[in-house]
């Protein structure tokens, strides 16, 4: 079945990882009672693994897919983006892919190198890609694209974000990933906008787990400009690591108990966002696993994730 036949029917739950760099980082994820081991056991629809901007990571993006793939638990997923990918390129990586049996995408213009002004590539957009992908291929791929609740950072407005939105479904995609929110009301805004406008996809939302102060403010504010609700600010301070979180060396003697009190603060607040996302009549829950088991498989049980 396609996660496009499953969301048809139901609400889907669905895991992320990404490609170690080293071969230890490799075997810990894809290797035996590997963290890809431990997610199966939860029961995930599928898997998808990320792709570095300008395909530098295809290799291990590949090993990570053919490993779901092996294993008959979850359905692979790859990502893929425009970035640096002549139309050519694109052709052969994608014939690759599905001559590994991997025929779920989702779709990207992709994270732009940093200096970069455009894709470098062919294509400039993530819907030229999946128009290029529904000509070439037909309904040979699966293709999620990604849905920006808050806007994507780089448009002008998030009518216009909506409208180029619009152009997925048109030219061919099946369903939509969401970007991290945590601002609830800028969601609901946002489903009820798109809704409008005539788009019918289903969504499945990216859950990002608040597991971690620096990682957590990274997430939000290096590339996406998230809002943090009060909610969120109020555990980041209460649990504040002086001098700052990003210190490697903070002088402040309380580092790992206010680590601790913020990972749990945060795993809580994770279950209440993903009760809110439910309770908005959304199509799917796709945590960001971050190549993790114990805290993501906590999250999804306590959430009842496990049911879906
Ligand atoms: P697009 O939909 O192409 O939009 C990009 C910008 O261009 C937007 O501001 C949009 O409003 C504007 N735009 C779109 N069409 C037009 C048009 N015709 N004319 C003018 N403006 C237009 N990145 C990676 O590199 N690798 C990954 O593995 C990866 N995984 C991700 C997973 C998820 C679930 C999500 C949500 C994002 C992921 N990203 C990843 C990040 C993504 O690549 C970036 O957010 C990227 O900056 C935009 O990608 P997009 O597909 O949303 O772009």
């Known amino acids: 079945m396609t996660v496009k036949e499953i969301l048809e029917k139901r609400s889907t739950f669905s895991f992320e990882v990404f490609p170690p760099k080293t071969d230890p980082g490799m ?4 290797g035996k009672d590997g963290v890809l081991e431990k997610l199966y056991t939860l029961n995930p629809d599928y898997i998808s693994c990320t792709y570095g901007a300008g ?3 295809v290799g291990k993006n590949l090993e990570v897919l053919d490993s779901v793939k092996a294993s008959g638990k979850a ?9 640096g990918n002549t139309k050519e390129g694109i052709k052969e990586q994608l014939d690759t892919y599905l001559e590994h049996g ?3 995408m989702l779709a990207l213009r992709g994270d732009l190198p940093f200096g970069w002004t455009g894709t470098g590539g062919d294509l400039h957009y993530a819907t030229e890609l999946v128009k290029f992908v529904r000509d070439t291929y037909g309904d040979k791929f699966t293709i999620a694209v990604a849905g920006s609740p808050e806007g994507h950072i780089q448009c002008r407005s998030l009518d216009a974000d909506i409208a180029f939105l619009k152009q997925k479904p048109d030219n061919g995609a099946d369903y939509i ?5 945590w601002d609830m009301d800028q969601f609901r805004y946002w489903l009820d906008a798109i809704r409008n406008a005539g788009i019918w996809m289903p969504v499945d939302v990216g859950i990002m787990p608040v597991l971690d102060q620096a990682a957590t403010i990274n997430m939000a504010l290096s590339r996406n400009g998230c809002v943090m609700d009060r909610a969120l600010c109020e555990i980041i301070s209460k649990n504040w690591i002086f001098p700052n979180p990003f210190d490697k060396e903070p002088f402040d003697a309380a580092v790992d108990q206010k680590k601790a009190d913020f990972k749990k603060a945060g795993i809580e607040y994770t279950i209440k966002q993903i009760d809110e996302y439910r309770a908005c009549g959304i199509n799917g829950i796709h945590l960001y ?3 993790k088991y114990e805290d993501v498989a906590y999250i999804a049980k306590e959430a009842g994730l496990l049911n879906l």
């Not at 990933?177 to 929110?181: A, F, I, P, R």
């Open 27 to 30: 075997e810990k994820l894809v």
């Open 55 to 57: 395909g530098g990571n």
């Open 75 to 83: 359905i692979p997923v790859t990502h893929f983006t425009c970035i």
């Open 102 to 104: 991997i025929d779920h």
């Open 177 to 181: 990933m969401t970007q991290l929110c």
């Open 289 to 291: 696993a971050l190549n």
